[in-house]
Each structure stands twice: as structure tokens, then as C-alpha cells.
């Protein structure tokens, strides 16, 4: 189900940095060296928009789960049900839609577009 390893993350962190040049350029090593620098991560993601922090395993990911409109993310099933079962997740993005499985990546690279936001 996951479409990313966590290589694939580091990669597409990689690029974005020195795309957007937010920070010195990392390499895909360096950016692997950091995964469990919680400190680093945080300071990123105030400067890019294509990642998320997992709450429960605290590395980087680019797809997982939102929950309640971004105050928990998970980046698996596994890290999910640290917090909550299947069963209950469900229940919460059935309520409001606030609660949803996404991939942060593919949003930041549609903005502009706004075709997810107009529902
Ligand atoms: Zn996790």
C-alpha cells in the first residue's frame, strides 16, 4: 500500500532542498543520517510544505495518515495504531472528512491548481 520507502523520501527531500534552497543542499546519506533528529525535521517542515513529522515514530514521510485537520499524523498503519485502531480511524473520516490518508508530496506539487481544495 505505502508507494514511498523511506529512501524514496530522503530523495525527494533531497531535491526539494536544493530546489527550493531552504537550506544548504543534502545529499540522500546526510538526510538518512538525521532520521532520528526530530529537531532538524522540525525546523523543515516549517520550510517545506511536501513532508510531514510522524507523531508516533517522529520520522519524515511524505504520505501517511491526518488526523483531525493535522494534529496528529501517522506514517503507517503501524504507527496508527499506536493511537487508535483501524476501526476508529474509520469512524473519524467518515464524520467530517477531517481525518483522511494523503500524500503531502503530490498536494505542495498541485498548488496552484486547487482542484483537491474545492470540494
Ligand atoms: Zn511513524
Known amino acids: 500500500m505505502k508507494k514511498y520507502t523511506n529512501n524514496d523520501v530522503y ?10 534552497q531552504v537550506m544548504h543542499s543534502m545529499t ?3 538526510l538518512c ?7 532538524f525535521w522540525e525546523e523543515l517542515s516549517e ?11 517522529h ?4 504520505e501517511g495518515y491526518c488526523i483531525d485537520d493535522g ?8 504507527c496508527l495504531h499506536t493511537q487508535m485502531t483501524d476501526e476508529e480511524f474509520e469512524e473519524l ?15 505542495s506539487s498541485v498548488m496552484g491548481t486547487h482542484t483537491e481544495m474545492e470540494k
Not at 520550510?47 to 515514530?57: E, T, Y
Request: hydrophobic residues 30%; contains cysteine.
Open 11 to 20: 530523495k525527494i527531500l533531497s531535491e526539494e532542498i536544493k530546489v527550493t
Open 71 to 78: 494534529a496528529e499524523h501517522y506514517c503507517s498503519r503501524e
Open 28 to 30: 540522500v546519506e546526510e
Open 47 to 57: 520550510h517545506l510544505d511536501c513532508f510531514r513529522i510522524c507523531d508516533a515514530c
Open 93 to 107: 473520516s467518515d464524520e467530517d472528512g477531517t481525518s483522511y490518508f494523503t500524500n503531502w508530496y503530490e498536494d
Open 59 to 62: 520520522k519524515p514521510m511524505i
Open 33 to 39: 543520517a538525521k532520521e532520528s533528529d526530530v529537531d
